[in-house]
């Protein structure tokens, strides 16, 4: 039998320029001394940041030693062979206090081709938004490279961009090559490939408190940005209670929500792959292997692929966010 068992993680704190206090205030985390909070890793096999296991048997290993050892075991026999020795998924909460930068994120090609990296797809659940809250994702009408790099130039970029208004519970899915920023007053759950990979576009002439400007990537976004107008950027989907609703699907990872009253089962014997929780409401309890694992709003889980099934118990019911690879 596998030595694996469902996998909490010690979270990874980051301060940002934009970053604020929700992330202790509303998901109840110890940011320590830092200033501010603007992001959390929850799962990450990012070289510069792996996730460390912060419980049981397995406490202090890094995920990517887990997959050295495990293998397919941990990921499945389809994402091990695709991934290899590297964890494919990255998964944060964010809290924007302030704008995020106007930003774009290179695809696969480009990535590897310039960093010896995956591209970044990703997508967001906002848990939480304050009255009057927005976001932008892509352009408000069909560009041009020539007609962007004007706007830019000319310093109306924002005049171009699609922006959105924001409420708890809306979905965003962002492929590589669409412009995008999280706006002030957004507590977001963010799945995403496996990259740190970010070319600022715009940053608003913010200074940091040495009263420098951060680094623009103006050249570098030029060929990973697309330039199209899409008639819908906000993802639609039916809420309901007590059943699976699949918010994403695409190469990268498939994310339903699970809004749940009551327990429940769920079976993940005909899935190769692991499945992440990300829990966004209330609490639940997992058992395994006649253990109890406790996770409640603001925890992430990894069930490796040697689980099958869980019973998911609850009292207060819960919402979470299932990811897996297909």
């Not at 310093?155 to 409420?167: C, K, P």
């Not at 990973?224 to 008639?231: C, E, F, R």
Request: hydrophobic share 35%.
């Amino acid at each position: 039998m596998s030595a694996l068992y469902p996998l909490k993680f010690k979270t990874i704190f980051k301060d940002k320029i934009w970053g604020g206090h929700k992330i202790e205030t509303y998901l109840h985390k110890n940011i320590g001394d830092l200033p501010n909070c603007g992001e959390t890793w929850e799962i990450s096999g990012v070289s510069s940041d792996v996730s460390v296991v912060e419980s049981g048997a397995l406490q202090g290993q890094s995920l990517d030693k887990l997959l050295q050892q495990y293998k397919a075991e941990l990921v499945g026999d389809k994402v091990y062979n695709h991934f290899g020795d590297t964890f494919p998924l990255l998964v944060k909460f964010i809290d924007a206090n302030d704008d995020l930068s106007v930003q774009v994120h290179p695809n696969d090609e480009l990535a590897k081709k310039r960093h010896n990296s995956f591209g970044k797809t990703e997508m967001w659940y906002v848990i939480e938004a304050d009255p009057g809250s927005s976001l932008i994702a892509g352009f408000n009408r069909e560009m041009t490279e020539q007609e962007y790099v004007e706007a830019l130039d000319g310093g109306h970029i924002m005049d171009t961009l699609n922006r959105e208004d924001v409420s708890a519970g809306d979905v965003f899915f962002l492929p590589a090559g669409r412009v995008h920023t999280i706006g002030k007053g957004l507590l977001i759950a963010e799945i995403q490939q496996t990259s740190d990979i970010t070319y600022r576009i715009y940053d608003f002439d913010r200074v940091d408190d040495k009263g420098q400007k951060r680094e623009l990537h103006t050249q570098e976004a030029l060929a990973a940005i697309d330039y199209k107008h899409y008639p819908e950027y906000k993802t639609q989907y039916t809420p309901a209670q007590n059943e699976t609703v699949e918010l994403v699907k695409c190469p990268y990872f498939t994310t339903n929500v699970l809004d749940f009253t009551h327990a429940t089962t769920k079976d993940y014997s005909n899935l190769d792959s692991f499945v992440i929780h990300v829990c966004v409401e209330g609490e639940y309890t997992i058992k395994h292997n006649s253990e109890t694992y406790n996770v409640k709003m603001g925890e992430c889980i990894l069930l490796p692929k040697t689980i099958n099934s869980v019973a998911l118990e609850t009292t207060t019911g819960f919402k979470i966010l299932e990811s897996y690879i297909e």
